[in-house]
């Protein structure tokens, strides 16, 4: 397992990060127990939740995830050391959460606090933003117009942005959390938080997971050019694009417990005509190099200059199994060419 710094972090994480959000509703207590047992055996120490986990988010299911780490945690207290553990606030729109208000200076403490209690330990290593107050090109929002910049004006943005550093500011210096990142952000969303750190001494932001994938590579090359000049960690998550490209959605299957069976927030706007047919693409390549379909994905994910970490889920062991041996292969130059044929074809298939 190969390890690297979080952005501008002194923590070390492994080249894979442990998704956690089916834990709670697709997978139960003993299962998370495997799963965080077997990544930890595999050299794994980078665990990745959010306070409105499992998903899809629900009032039944919120904080659920995070309990069942915290019930891990206080019967392996030792192993709280060995772990770099990340978690997230939510953004507005949720009404079981805060009423649905934004993330504030406020609201960053009493998450933190009450992630904390879920989690059962004294700190967190990582606390990011699970995706802004403003309009977001993200979850399929990412065609011209989709989103309209103009709506807010920039001192509000800014102002609002201020004040969520200083509330992170105060979880950092009362000891609750060691670094801050964002999610679902973009690349004028790092600079603001970038600037406003350093012009007023506050935590500066050490990384930012997004959506990024065989089917969705927006953020390269710009997003993630950014990234590396700041020294920022990218961390790609559904790598998978919520299991599409292992194959197993396409010829309209729809197998049995899988993500595409729970109703969605944003609804399943991946299912396209051009999704499967790239994903068909691409699992044939997988056959030619003789490896999974989810393999091919993952390792090519993991070759992306800039990625730091990528977030991986799976509901079982074999899913998870496999998709850590994805992370020690490499794919050849022929294999690269393949993929790429079929990237330009399909540059934005949702």
Not at 85 to 105: C, D, H, M, T, Y
Not at 169 to 195: F, H, M, Q
Not at 228 to 257: D, Q, V
Not at 264 to 289: E, L, M, W
Request: glycine share 6%.
């Amino acid at each position: 397992m190969k390890y690297s710094l979080l952005g501008s972090s002194d923590l070390s994480v492994s080249e894979v990060c442990l998704g956690s959000m089916t834990w709670g509703l697709q997978n139960n207590q003993e299962e998370a127990n495997q799963q965080i047992d077997y990544a930890l055996s595999q050299d794994i120490n980078f665990i990745d939740t959010a306070e409105i986990y499992a998903i899809p988010p629900t009032p039944d299911t919120y904080g659920k995830t995070e309990t069942i780490i915290g019930n891990w945690l206080a019967n392996k207290p030792s192993k709280r050391k060995d772990i770099v553990l990340a978690s997230k606030i939510s953004g507005p729109g949720l009404p079981w959460v805060r009423e649905g208000s934004s993330i504030s200076g406020k609201n960053i403490e009493l998450a933190v606090n009450e992630s904390l209690k879920r989690l059962q330990t004294d700190y967190i290593d990582l606390f990011q933003l699970h995706w802004p107050n403003r309009g977001f090109p993200h979850f399929g929002k990412h065609w011209p117009n989709e989103v309209d910049f103009t709506q807010t004006t920039t001192a509000h943005e800014v102002e609002n942005m201020l004040d969520i550093l200083q509330g992170l500011s105060r979880c950092v210096e009362a000891g609750k959390i060691r670094y801050c990142g964002l999610s679902d952000d973009t690349p004028w969303g790092i600079n603001t938080y970038l600037k406003l750190s350093e012009q007023y001494d506050l935590p500066r932001i050490v990384s930012i997971q997004n959506e990024f994938n065989l089917l969705h590579p927006q953020d390269a090359p710009y997003l993630i050019e950014n990234c590396i000049r700041e020294n920022i960690a990218y961390l790609p998550w559904s790598p998978l694009a919520t299991g599409i490209l292992s194959g197993k959605y396409l010829n309209n299957a729809l197998p049995k417990g899988s993500r595409w069976t729970f109703e969605q927030r944003n609804g399943i706007f991946r299912n396209t005509p051009s999704t499967h047919k790239a994903t068909a693409a691409y699992v044939d390549i997988a056959k030619q190099y003789n490896i999974t379909p989810s393999q091919l994905a993952l390792a090519w994910c993991k070759q992306i200059h800039g990625v730091t970490s990528t977030i991986i889920g799976a509901t079982s062991m074999v899913q998870l199994q496999e998709n850590i041996k994805g992370f020690n292969l490499e794919l050849s130059a022929a294999a690269l060419s393949d993929i790429d044929k079929v990237l330009r074809e399909y540059p934005a298939p949702y």
